[in-house]
C-alpha cells in the first residue's frame, strides 16, 4: 500500500507545471478571451509546447505514437491545468477522446495529428450540447447524454455561444446526430464519459489550489483596522473551511484514477464521489476567494474571475455535485421513495 | 500509487476478521454507566487474552508488532464487525503513544502491559474549570516534596471522560509556579487512589456517568510519575493531541461502517426522500474520502513524515461527518428518532466530537495558522 505518486509521475507533473507556469500565466488567459487583446496565436504555442513534451499522446498506447501512460499518470497534469486555468482542452482532447479514437482503430489520421498538436477535438458528452472549446478545435466528439452513442462533428457544427468564461471558446451543436457515428463497445463508451468526469475533478482540484494561494497571499497582505485581515478569526475560519473540502476532495480523485487504471468494479462510482466533492470544494473555494478579496474581486482587472469563472462552469459541467451523488446512491443500490411518506 | 495490500496483510485482516466474528459481543450497556464499564473491562481481557488489544505495539507487552497498515486494517474489521468501544482507548491510543516517545525504559516497562491487559485503566487530565481550549491556562500545581522524593499536586480537572471508573489519570501540572503558560507544565502519571484524590462522576448529556471532576489536594506522586523533562509538559503533552485528533482515535474504519449502517437504513425506507438519499450518499462519499486522506497520511508517516497540524484537518472533518450522517440518520427515522436506540445514542455521541480533543474552532485557527501560515495576531 502506498498512497503517493511515483518518482515517475512526480517528475513529470513537475515538468508540466513548469512548462504551463512559464508559457500560461494570467495574461495567456486573458489571450483566449475575446476583445482588444486576443492573442490566438499565444494559445495555441501553449498547445504545441505541451505536444512536444508528449501530453497530448500521453493516454494513448505505444503502440498509437503515444506514451501509453494512465489516469494516476494523467490526473496529476489535468490538476496543473486547472492551476494555471489552461484555456484549451486538455482533458477533452488527451484524456476523453485520445484514448477513445485509439480505440475505435479507424481513426489514425486523426488521432496522428491530435498526437502531434494539430488538430483539437473538442468534447460534449452530457447531453447539453455545450462544447467548451469548440472555437479552437477541428473536431468535435459528441454525445447525447453518459450511456448514449457518440460521434465526431466538424467543428462548424458548432455555433459560438457567449459563456461566463470567455475563455471556454463555448460553442453549441446538436448532441443527438454527430456526423460520424463511432463504433464503440460500451466499456469504451463509458470509460470515456468516465475519463471526462474525472478529468474535470482534477482541473476543479488544480483551480481551486490557485484560488486558495491567491486568497491566502492576499489576506497576509491586506491590512485594515491595522492589521493583517488573516489575523482575523472569521477569515481565518473561511480558509480553513476551504483548505479542509479541498484536502479531502484531492485524495479521492487520485483514488478513482486508481480505481479506472485497475478496472476495479467501483471506479464510475469512485469517479463520480471523486466529481462530486471536487465540485462542492471548488464552489466553496471560489466563494471563500471572493468574500475575503473583497471588491477587488469583483473586477476584471484582477486575476481571479479567470479562477472563478471556470469553476463555476466546470463544477457544474459532466455532471455537477448532486447529479454525482444519485449516480453513486444508485450505485448504493440507494432509490429515493416514490410516494410521499408519512410524517 | 499502490493501492493493494500484501499478502500477508491480507492474510492479518482474514484472522482478524474470523476472530472477531467468533467473539465479537452484541448488546453491551453503555461503557460510559458503571455497569457496561465491567461488561467492556471484560470484553477489553479477551482482546488482550488473544492479543488483539494493542495490535500495534511490541510483543512484550501483549502486541503484535503490527505495522501501521496492519493497525488501519484491524480498526477496519473492529468496526465492521460492529465491535464495542474502547474503554481502554485513552490509555492505549493517547498515552501510550507518549510514553512509547518520551517514557524511560523503566516506565514503559512498569505502565504499557498493565495497560494493554486492562488492569490499570487512564483517563485523561487535560481540562480544568478555568482551561479549556486554552489549555495553557492550566492552573493545576505541583510542589517539590524534595524529603520524599517526589511532587504534591493540588488543583482541578473536569470532564474527564470515563473517570468515575478509571484507575489512573495522566496530565498537565504547573511545576514552576513564576512560570505563565505553556511554560513551567509538568506531565504526570497520577493513581486516583492515592490519597488526597476524589474523583465525582457526573452525567453526561446522554445520561451516562461518562464525565468527572477530580480533585487533588496536597496528593503525592514520586519522581518517576513524570514523563519527559520536569518543565517540558506542553512539548510532551501535544505529542499526545495530534494523536488524539488525528487518526489514531478515529480511524476510518468507524465512518466506513456508520456509512454503510446508513445506506441500509436509507434503503426501502418509505421516508428516503430524494433530498435525504442525497445526504446519505454524502455522507457515504465523506466516508469514503476520510479513508482515501488517511491512506495518504499513513503512507506519509510511513516514510517517516509526521502530520502535525494535519491532524487538525482530521478532527474537522471527522467530527463534522459523525453529525451529519447522524443528523441524517435520524430523519429516515422520523418521529422514531427520539427512541432511545442506537442511533439516538450515536446522534448524542456525535454531539461531542466538536467540542472535546480542541473544539473545533481551536482547530480551525490551528489550520489556519499552521498550515496556510496565517498571522495568529
Known sequence: MRFALT????????????????????????????????????V??????LAEMGVLGAAVPEADGGLGLGACDLVPLLEEAGRVALPLPLVETAFVAAPLLAATGAQDELLGRLV???????????????????GVAEVLLLGAGPGAAIGLSPAAAAEP???????????RADAEAPATPLDLDPRERDGAWDRGVLGAAAQLVGLSRTLLALSDEYVKERRQF??????????????????????????MVLRAAWSLDHGEPTASRNVAAAKALASDAAEQVAATALQVHGAIAYTTEYDLHLFAKRVWASARAWGDAEWQRARVAAALDLNPASAVPLP | MDLTYSAAEEAFRAEAREWLEANVPHDLASGDTAAGFAQHLEWEKRLFEARWAVVSWPEDYGGRDASIWEWLIFEEEYYRAGAPMRVTQNGIFLLAPTLFEFGTPAQQDRVLPRMAAAADLWCQGWSEPGAGSDLAATKS??????????????GQKTWTTRGAFCTHMFGLFRTDPESERHRGLTYFMVPLDAEGVTVRGFERLDGDEGFAEVFLEDAFIPDDAAIGEVGEGWRVAMATTGSERGLTLRSPGRFLSAAGRLAELARNNPRASAARVDRVARAWIEAEAYQQFTLKQVTDIA????????????????????IRLQETALDLLGPEAELDGPWS??????????????????????VAERLLGLPRK
Open chain 1, 7 to 42: 518518482d515517475d509521475q512526480a517528475a513529470l507533473r513537475d515538468a508540466v507545471r513548469e512548462l504551463l507556469t512559464r508559457e500560461c500565466p494570467p495574461d495567456a488567459v486573458r489571450a483566449a478571451w475575446p476583445g482588444p487583446g486576443t492573442d490566438p496565436d499565444r
Open chain 1, 44 to 49: 495555441a504555442a501553449i498547445w504545441a509546447k
Open chain 1, 116 to 134: 502531434a498538436g494539430e488538430a483539437i477535438v473538442a468534447v460534449s458528452l452530457d447531453g447539453s450540447g455545450l462544447v467548451p472549446f469548440a
Open chain 1, 161 to 171: 455561444v457567449d459563456s461566463i468564461d470567455g475563455a471556454r471558446g463555448l460553442g
Open chain 1, 226 to 251: 491595522g492589521v493583517p485581515i488573516g489575523s482575523f478569526q472569521a477569515v481565518k475560519h473561511q480558509l480553513a473551511d476551504a483548505l479542509l473540502a479541498l484536502e479531502f476532495a484531492a485524495p
Open chain 2, 141 to 154: 500545581r505541583a510542589v517539590r516534596d524534595e524529603e520524599a522524593g517526589g511532587w504534591r499536586l493540588t
Open chain 2, 303 to 322: 516514510a517517516g513524515r509526521a502530520p502535525g497540524a494535519q491532524s487538525s484537518l482530521n478532527k474537522l472533518f471527522w467530527s463534522e461527518l459523525d
Open chain 2, 345 to 366: 445514542r450515536a446522534f448524542l455521541f456525535a454531539l461531542a466530537g466538536p467540542i472535546y480533543a480542541g473544539t473545533n474552532e481551536i482547530q480551525r485557527n490551528i
